[in-house]
T-cell receptor
Framework: EAQVTQNPRYLITVTGKKLTVTCSQNMNHEYMSWYRQDPGLGLRQIYY???????DKGDVPEGYKVSRKEKRNFPLILESPSPNQTSLYFC????????????FGPGTRLTVL | EDKVVQSPLSLVVHEGDTVTLNCSYEVTNFRSLLWYKQEKKAPTFLFML????IEKKSGRLSSILDKKELFSILNITATQTGDSAIYLC??????????FGAGTRLTVKP
């Protein structure tokens, strides 16, 4: 089954404790992206990647890091999480030339205390 | 600065009503406009629009794009309680980024 998976689905952590949210897709997609969703703000793009070893900043990259060492994986790293990073995070993927038809993962709800 | 603006932000109707959701945009290198439905999980794709004036339909839902006036509408006729969700509008550009609006929260009461 074609899918985008994220782990963990729920996470409660404390300020400053480094964490990684994993994202994996099995569709051989070149394009992968991370979004955060906050009430009243819709989805905002954090980072995206057009292919292995190629990453670009989205609208809200501050406080986040990503890496793309393999085509199928695109982890989101919070080196020192802060409460304003409490949000619902979505990973998405698509073919490189079909960015407008992205497949979304199930979401990760992160709470930073 | 690129932006996507949806209106209204929230809407409450009764079953059987018809609703119109709006999405206006200012995006450089426009490629496509998409509508998603989001219940308590990831957004699910509804429509992708790239050409002006061509209505897309799926059951009771339809959508159209006006590239001259830079907006799109999503119509839902004969609403049902199962239509209650957040409806998201997104615009993709040839720069390979996606910009979402804040969404319209639709509540359909029995």
């Amino acid at each position: 089954e074609a899918q985008v998976t994220q782990n963990p689905r729920y996470l409660i952590t404390v300020t400053g404790k480094k964490l990684t949210v994993t994202c994996s897709q099995n569709m051989n997609h070149e394009y992968m992206s991370w979004y955060r969703q906050d009430p009243g703000l819709g989805l905002r793009q954090i980072y995206y990647s057009m292919n292995v070893e190629v990453t670009d900043k989205g609208d809200v990259p501050e406080g986040y890091k990503v890496s793309r060492k393999e085509k199928r994986n695109f982890p989101l790293i919070l080196e020192s999480p802060s409460p304003n990073q409490t949000s619902l995070y979505f990973c998405a993927s698509s073919l490189w030339d079909r960015v407008d038809t992205q497949y979304f993962g199930p979401g990760t709800r992160l709470t930073v205390l | 600065e690129d932006k996507v603006v949806q209106s209204p932000l929230s809407l409450v109707v009764h079953e059987g009503d018809t609703v119109t959701l709006n999405c206006s945009y200012e995006v450089t290198n426009f490629r496509s406009l998409l509508w998603y439905k989001q219940e308590k999980k990831a957004p699910t794709f509804l429509f992708m629009l790239t050409s002006s004036g061509i209505e897309k339909k799926s059951g009771r839902l339809s959508s159209i794009l006006d590239k001259k006036e830079l907006f799109s509408i999503l119509n839902i006729t004969a609403t049902q309680t199962g239509d209650s969700a957040i409806y998201l509008c997104a615009v993709g550009s040839f720069n390979n980024d996606m910009r979402f609006g804040a969404g319209t929260r639709l509540t359909v009461k029995p």
